[in-house]
């Protein structure tokens, strides 16, 4: 009966964990509720660190943010599966050493789970049966899904960044060089980028969490100054740029902060870190 609860509870964690993982890096509809929660809470301890060593000692850990954050999500797929897994093998007699008869330990069933994980395949024990290797195939296969789908994930949100840092680039650049009568018109014309932004930016909201250095590239600031110049009627209400800030906030804002322009304006204060002024 023991076997048989350890067992289930190895599945249940494989079943929450694929799911986070597949609601995080396939169905383009956001983040699962585990990575989620790890990506949010380390973002406010990691915000919060990097500007206190800014203010205080004039060090920049701004790029190690979001790579950490990543990094740290990854880390948890990967290590609820190889529990998960390890749960099932000791739920009965499935690994032994085929020489001598012994039974795997603790030690070796973990290792033998996670080289079976990582598709490396090498391990000193071996599974006791035909159903128990029914069971390593399928470890196997489910790492190397995690494995393929994680590489596609890392690249979506390296191509989400530099999308972002380019818009934010551009607007930056049109505000600075751009006479006051027709700043409004070439700022408008930014609005296919933006929702390009942030459609992507709904289908995989981690990209967020990535800072750059210089505050030229920054996206989240400036969709705070555009949520501005929108509240100000700089920006006309009808235009695509406005109405890709209201998408932003529909979607990745809280319902508390307000309408969908305040939920942007939200938002980006909260994926801001404050500069020292040099």
Known sequence: MGGVVVGGFGVVIILVVSYDFLRTAVSLSGTGFISRTIAD??????????ATLERRRGISIRGLLGPSILFAVAATWVLLHLVG?????RSGPSLW????????TMVETIAFAG?????LGASTVTATSG????????????????LTLSVSFLLSIVQTTNNARTFASRFRFLQSATPDSAVAERIESL???LLGVVVMLTASPLPRFFVPGDPVMDFPSAVADLCDLARRGTLSPSSE??????LLGRHLGKPSDGDDLER???WAERHTIVRVPS
Do not use: C, E, K, Q
């Open 241 to 246: 740029i406005v109405s890709s800030l209201r």
């Open 131 to 146: 159903g128990w290797d029914v069971i390593t195939m399928i470890v196997a296969l489910n790492g190397m899904i995690v």
């Open 115 to 119: 080289s079976t994980l990582s598709t």
């Open 191 to 193: 609005g296919p980028d």
């Open 97 to 104: 050493h085929p020489d001598t008869g012994a039974p795997a």
């Open 41 to 50: 809470g380390l973002w406010r301890l990691g915000s919060s660190a990097a």
């Open 264 to 266: 942007a304006r939200a």
């Open 85 to 89: 897994y390890v749960l099932i093998f």
